[in-house]
């Protein structure tokens, strides 16, 4: 199972809607995720891709199969087990970036360290090596609300990836931002993925985002409709 950054085997999920309605979000979902691969998920609304994203990232479970991340079976992890791997192994990229207003861009890129109980110079070492990657040297000492979407976004980009983890889930990281902010956001995602071999999984309906991809999973009510490579051949 290890070779494999996230395999998924027969995966279903539905959610009660309260009462006898029931919506099925993924039915018999079959996935295989490399090491390094830079792949988005994409699909119309309603097809499953943040359902998807949630369950790779142990933030939901899987109503049935199994969820293999980093070589753990996600479905035989307890809640506390599910959260020690997110905070180790997995770095999250929101929309909306959720830093914390009252830090720093560099507290807020290291507060996942500071979780981890990395001592302070090892943290701020590691913030300004990544800061000095993405371009937010000399932004150390601001706070969100001074800085631009963009830049906040690679706040958010660099907390995912200060950890080292093995794999990082963006759910639509371009949606807040214009076309230009957006491919200069994907190009230092695309360096990044390239230079750490960190897998990277995206949920998005930007096609920007979709063209940069080096493969490319379209969901329709819930079950993979295609799966492309960038050149356009199909894998599976």
């Not at 913030?127 to 932004?139: A, M, P, W």
């Amino acid at each position: 199972m290890a070779e494999w950054a996230v395999e998924l085997s027969g995966v279903s999920k539905t959610y009660h809607t309260g009462g006898p309605i029931k919506v099925p979000a993924l039915r018999g979902v079959h996935l295989r995720i490399a090491p390094g691969e830079f792949l988005t998920i994409a699909g119309p609304s309603g097809s499953g891709k943040t359902t998807l994203l949630n369950i790779i990232g142990g933030l939901d479970r899987a109503d049935t199969g199994e969820v293999w991340v980093a070589g753990q079976n996600l479905q035989l992890l307890s809640s506390g087990e599910l959260a020690r791997l997110r905070l180790q192994r997995i770095g999250f990229v929101f929309q909306a970036y959720n830093l914390l207003p009252v830090l720093t861009a560099l507290e807020n890129a290291e507060f996942t360290l500071l979780l981890q109980g990395v001592p302070a110079r090892e943290r701020r070492k590691r913030v300004e090596k990544l800061f000095s990657e993405i371009g937010l040297t000399g932004l150390e000492d601001r706070r969100p609300v001074e800085l631009s979407g963009g830049q906040q976004q690679r706040v958010a980009v660099a907390r995912a990836m200060v950890t080292d983890p093995a794999l990082i889930l963006a759910d639509e990281p371009t949606a807040n931002l214009d076309s230009a902010t957006a491919l200069s956001l994907l190009d230092v995602m695309e360096r990044l993925n390239r230079a750490h071999t960190t897998t990277f999984v995206f949920s998005s309906h930007d096609p920007q985002v979709m063209e940069r991809a080096h493969r490319m999973i379209r969901l329709r009510d819930g079950q993979i409709a295609s799966d492309e490579s960038r050149e356009g051949n199909v894998r599976a």
